[in-house]
């Protein structure tokens, strides 16, 4: 006779087995934690951490505009960082990274970040590698992907689209992480790729792992006005068919 505890052991295992595919995946229709995205970044000012989320700064569970589940990322105007910074301290050189992030915006002021493929390592050792090699950031009411191969060449705008405020917007990037122009970056939007300016292709060959970088999600800089994120899905994997297919098909 099988045990019961032996039964419950097993769910674990198989549980276990079909989310290790994943390594962040967080769903806000299930009312999943939001915590599930990683660490929380608070900054009202700038290098002044906020430990726990106040009224004017926030990270929390709660419904969008239209009543829809979120992870509701809000900042006053003044305020810098809202941002959860995922797989703080895992990310690998050589290892390929699949991000799929869906959300909509409260208002879109220039340079604000969306996403951030942050550079922790090598933006300090002063040998001019990029502190953000990429990252997705609203500019003149368009959502931008950037690329910033070095911080003294200057950064590429690799694709741009317009951006509305309360409009879902469903993004994908695939980030080999390698340095040296050994990594590469692709980006789909609603499922689909998305061609660079740049490079006139889906692909773009280039410098994304400097030293250790890392992703980020949420809102940081462009604090001109009050802004808010709604964020409805976050997943990050190591294969392409891992993602839901909403993010890549
Ligand atoms: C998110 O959660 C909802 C509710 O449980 C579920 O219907 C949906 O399939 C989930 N989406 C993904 C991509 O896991
Ligand atoms: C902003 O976008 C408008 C409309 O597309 C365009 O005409 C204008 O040149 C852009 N301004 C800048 C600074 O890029």
Not at 34 to 48: F, I, P, Q
Not at 79 to 103: M, S, V
Not at 166 to 175: D, F, G, H, R, S
Request: net charge positive; hydrophobic share 40%; proline share 4%.
């Amino acid at each position: 006779m099988v045990h019961f505890s032996q039964l419950a052991v097993s769910a674990l295992l198989c549980a276990g087995y079909a989310t290790a595919a994943l390594l962040v995946d967080y769903n806000a229709t299930r009312s999943d934690d939001v915590a599930k995205m990683g660490l929380a970044n608070l900054e009202a000012a700038r290098d002044k951490p906020q430990h726990g989320n106040t009224a004017d700064l926030y990270i929390k569970a709660d419904n969008d505009w239209k009543g829809a589940k979120s992870a509701h990322f809000h900042r006053k105007q003044g305020d810098i960082r809202a941002e959860y910074h995922a797989l703080r301290g895992n990310t690998q050189e050589g290892k390929t990274y699949f991000i799929g992030y869906q959300f909509a915006l409260g208002s879109t002021p220039d340079n604000m970040m969306v996403f951030q493929w942050k550079e922790y390592i090598a933006n300090t050792q002063g040998k001019g590698q990029a502190s953000i090699p990429l990252r997705l950031i609203v500019k003149n009411k368009t959502l931008q992907l950037n690329y910033d191969p070095m911080l003294s060449e200057g950064r590429q705008t690799l694709w741009s689209a317009p951006i509305k405020p309360k409009t879902v917007y469903t993004v994908a990037l695939e980030i080999l992480a390698k340095d040296a122009g050994q990594g590469h970056v692709r980006m789909w939007l609603d499922g689909k790729p998305v061609t660079f300016d740049t490079t006139k292709s889906t692909l773009l060959q280039g410098n994304m792992f400097p030293g250790r970088s890392e992703p980020k999600f949420g809102i940081y800089n462009g604090e001109a006005v009050v802004t808010d994120n709604w964020v409805y899905q976050v997943q990050i994997g190591e294969a392409k068919k891992d993602l839901d297919s909403k993010f890549i098909s």
